[in-house]
């Protein structure tokens, strides 16, 4: 679910403008979960930029306090939510935490980095949500030490349908600045795709499991 449409297509925009973006139908990348993308989001590229990067902390903070209210402690999902969750935390004056894809092979082996000072409404902060799977692993992670965790903070979300079941399944609440329908519809706007890449993503959204293979 998106915060607000406005704020999505201003979010698309920035994306679009610094190159956060990659649109290249016809040279597929490949993501972690072995899928075959024509898109490729890469919103650490919003640390580089002060006014974007002030834009997206701002409206994390008013969804906080709009939809949530003050949380015990922020969580940043590493690598690209730790930025962003900092920049979120030192705002609204809270602990801060990071959640490792999995526990270190070496030292204290922590899987969670920093204290722990309040484990009740721990709201999570990710850069993108696409199949879901690491971002609620992050969730499963914390919930093992006992922590209360309701709400997601995203900045760009894909919405596959899998995803928001997996995400409804596991009680969590998924708030995303911009998605793939804002971004599209920007980048129409902006005359940043032609018809017939449009064509293209538009196919892929529909099977991005099966899409290219």
């Avoid at 000072?117 to 696409?130: K, M, N, Q």
């Avoid at 349908?161 to 599209?184: G, H, R, W």
Wanted: with cysteine.
């Amino acid at each position: 679910m998106i915060y607000n449409e406005d704020v999505a297509l201003k979010v698309a925009e920035f994306l679009l403008q610094i190159k956060a973006i990659k649109l290249d139908p016809a040279k597929p990348y490949t993501w972690a979960s072995g899928w075959l993308s024509p898109i490729y989001c890469d919103n650490r590229v919003t640390l580089s930029h002060p006014s974007i990067r002030n834009y997206i902390r701002q409206q994390f903070v008013e969804v906080v306090k709009s939809n949530i209210g003050t949380p015990g402690t922020v969580a940043g999902v590493a690598t690209g939510g730790i930025a962003h969750g900092v920049l979120v935390a030192q705002e609204l004056g809270v602990p801060f935490v990071y959640v490792r894809p999995e526990s270190k092979k070496h030292g204290l082996g922590n899987q969670i980095e920093g204290q722990l000072v309040s484990t009740s409404g721990i709201v999570v902060v990710e850069d993108l949500v696409s199949t879901g799977k690491s971002s609620l692993a992050a969730v499963e992670a914390l919930r093992s030490e006992g922590c209360e965790v309701k709400h997601m903070l995203a900045i760009f979300d894909y919405g596959f349908k899998q995803t928001e079941e997996l995400f409804v399944k596991n009680k969590i609440s998924l708030v995303s600045l911009c998605d793939y329908e804002c971004l599209i519809k920007k980048a129409i706007e902006l005359n940043y795709i032609g018809d017939a890449h449009l064509e293209t993503l538009m196919s892929w959204r529909l099977n991005p499991s099966k899409w290219g293979k």
